[in-house]
């Protein structure tokens, strides 16, 4: 089900993706689910481009439904936006990366950044950024080991409120990175306006990079832009060796895709940073 879980081709294929589930029942089966344990982080490494080194990684929700099977995030992200119930299981995948954290820093592993996705209805809450440095806190964790993903969208319209949370984060330590880039309304002028330290570059961009010139160009603007603001890039959806290649003579600072790997469960992830 992997290469049918980025959120691009449900944009295409809406009724197609949906359909399949019965979002009422979705819906009731949640809180349950949280505590019966059906929900895993997966990993999934980020690798710096200049020597292929799994530097990060993005943390990534998976639901393992006893009916549906394996429920992509697509899925009932969306439909837990809409109900509210995005911001308890933010909670969960917090908790679950902190704790992570701990134990790797405690079995001396490599110290890795995670990324955690997390949606703009959580930070509208009003008590996201707090709740974020009580859990840091409580863990007794260095606020450089996590980073969020964040997506423009209409969640973001009020925009100085939005910078406001964004400074508050960055203030705590904790990184943001621009996810999807490229994609929806974001724009160059975005860019600007919201204070990060990374910017993603959505899959979409680079699908068809090796023969699209006009793809080529595009990343290329992107990237020094973000280098002229002072951001670093990841470009993510890297399926092969001349996708590194390209993309890594662009200057392009990390990269993530199957190519070096799918999104992993701890176990499997965490024997590439022994
Ligand atoms: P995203 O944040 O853009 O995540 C990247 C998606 O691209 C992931 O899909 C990942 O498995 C997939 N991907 C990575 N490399 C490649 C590649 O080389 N080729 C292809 N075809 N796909 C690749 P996934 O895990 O199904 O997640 C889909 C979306 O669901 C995410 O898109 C994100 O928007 C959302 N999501 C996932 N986990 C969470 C979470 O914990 N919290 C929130 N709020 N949203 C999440
Ligand atoms: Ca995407
Ligand atoms: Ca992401
Ligand atoms: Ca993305």
Redesign the pocket.
Known sequence: AEQEG???ITIFLPEKFTAAYDELRLHSDMPGALSRGEFEVYYQPIVRSKDQEVVAAEALIRWKHPQYGMIPPDVFISLMEKTGFIVKLGQFILDEVLKQQKRWELFNFKSIEVSINVSMIEINTGEFVQHVEKKLAEHQLDPECIKFEITEGIAMLNEAQTVKYFLALKKLGVGISLD?FGTGYTSFGYLKKFPADIVKI??SLVDYILTNEEDQRIVKAIIELAHTLGMKIVV?GIENKQMVDMITSYGCDYLQGYHFSKPLPVFEFQKLIR
């Open positions: 980025d959120n691009n999807d959505d899959k993510e």
